[in-house]
């Protein structure tokens, strides 16, 4: 049953409902990281947020997985698909007494996550091209990251009520409701024309057109450069609030707030892409990221870690730069893969989030006693980003074509 007469407004609040059950997962546990680790006796501390990074590994691989089955066999297969792999994965996280099973469960429930991570970016770009696919993107990736501001009160209020287990009970319910929604009103996006016939050739043919298309190659690096220094912050976050400044109970209400910030900044952005575009924004807030880690690091290098005022002023900044850099970058490496949107979406989610993991697992192993080692991966990352993206404009080129 199917109902082909829905709005715009419906498909982009569809879609973000979809990307929501990505970040409701990741960000609703946060809270319960020591109860879990506690319950599964992991020793060190600092392994907990293995619990996160692993979500992210698997976002990575599913994305690689489901992308190029999508293009032959449709978007909306694949998403029932993994809806029905993230049940399992979820018995498996509630059931395990083992750490490592833990892991893999995580890791099994990222797998089955990307799908309609995938998807969507998949149906927006099936349906919009251009700066106003980026705007619809903007607004998508908005309330994805907006959910942080809720998911950590919601985990808290589960955790101490009813358990840490009910997290993964209440995320499988709402992603019931979300999955019914989109069978009952979302229909195919992608159009027979582009429906690829189905052989293990479409990998490697896709891979291969992937690769040769160098604007989504570099857009798809910046794009794991900069997600790597966000997850650092996500991965840390709660060892750096409860432990470095002893504010356990005000976790949540600090999370919320920061997220708030990416999600004005992604509003904004769909605001304004259509009237200054894609590369202009993305240039002006790659140096705004650069700029503001740059001055965190001159002030507070040599000395303890500033007030949490500070602190959260800082992370707000960087935050804010980071909702133009999100929707945009995915859009940029997008535009010109419009005839292999399912395995191009694949490509970019999995490079980007391989690239993430590390970044964060390297980086994170310093955040201990200060958030500076924090800022620093954000320098690094926003430097080798700004040199990537003057790579490959059109007169960097040039140069580097006649050196």
């Not at 319950?39 to 692993?54: C, M």
């Not at 040769?212 to 060892?239: D, E, H, N, P, W």
């Not at 949107?341 to 994170?364: D, R």
Request: with cysteine.
């Amino acid at each position: 049953m199917q109902q082909q007469n829905r709005s715009q407004f419906e498909f982009v609040v569809l879609m973000a409902a979809l990307m929501s059950i990505v970040a409701l997962s990741i960000d609703a546990v946060l809270p319960a990281l020591p109860m879990i680790g506690e319950y599964l006796s992991v020793n060190n501390p600092l392994d907990n947020p293995k619990l996160i990074t692993s979500i992210f590994l698997g976002l990575g691989i599913g994305q690689l997985i489901f992308g190029p089955l999508s293009d032959s066999f449709g978007r909306k297969p694949i998403v029932y698909v993994g809806f029905i792999l993230f049940i399992i994965a979820s018995i498996i996280c509630v059931t395990t007494k083992s750490f490592e099973m833990m892991l893999f469960g995580r890791v099994l429930q990222g797998i089955a996550l990307a799908s309609p991570r995938t998807m969507c970016i998949a149906m927006v770009r099936d349906s919009y091209d251009g700066d106003y696919m980026a705007k619809i993107l903007s607004i998508v990736v908005m309330v994805f990251i907006l959910v942080p501001v809720v998911a950590p009160t919601i985990g808290q209020f589960l955790m101490h009520h009813y358990g840490w287990k009910s997290i993964f009970t209440f995320n499988t319910a709402f992603g019931i409701l979300v999955v019914l929604w989109y069978w009952l009103r979302q229909p195919e996006t992608l159009k027979d024309k582009y429906r690829i016939p189905y052989r293990l050739s479409i990998f490697k043919t896709g891979t291969i057109q992937f690769f040769k298309i160098r604007a989504a190659v570099i857009y798809t690096l910046l794009s794991g450069f900069i997600t790597g220094s966000f997850m650092v912050y996500l991965s840390t976050s709660q060892q750096i609030f409860e432990k470095q400044y002893d504010l356990a109970e005000e976790f949540p209400l600090i999370f919320a707030s920061l997220a708030i910030s990416v999600g004005l900044a992604t509003f904004f952005n769909s605001q304004l892409v259509i009237k200054f575009g894609m590369k202009r924004i993305v240039h002006l807030a790659m140096w705004s990221f650069i700029l503001t880690s740059l001055v965190f690091i001159i002030l507070f290098s040599s000395k303890a870690n500033p007030s949490i005022e500070v602190l959260i002023t800082f992370f707000a900044l960087q935050f804010f730069t980071i909702g133009f850099l999100f929707g945009n970058l995915r859009a940029l490496a997008m535009e010109p893969m419009g005839h292999i949107a399912g395995i191009g979406s694949a490509l970019n989610g999995f490079i980007s989030t391989v690239m993430a993991v590390p970044i964060a697992n390297h980086i994170g192993g310093f955040v201990i006693n200060s958030v500076t080692p924090l800022f620093i991966g954000f320098l690094a990352c926003g430097i080798i980003s700004l040199l990537l993206f003057y790579i490959n404009s059109s007169k960097a080129a040039k140069i580097l074509r006649k050196i």
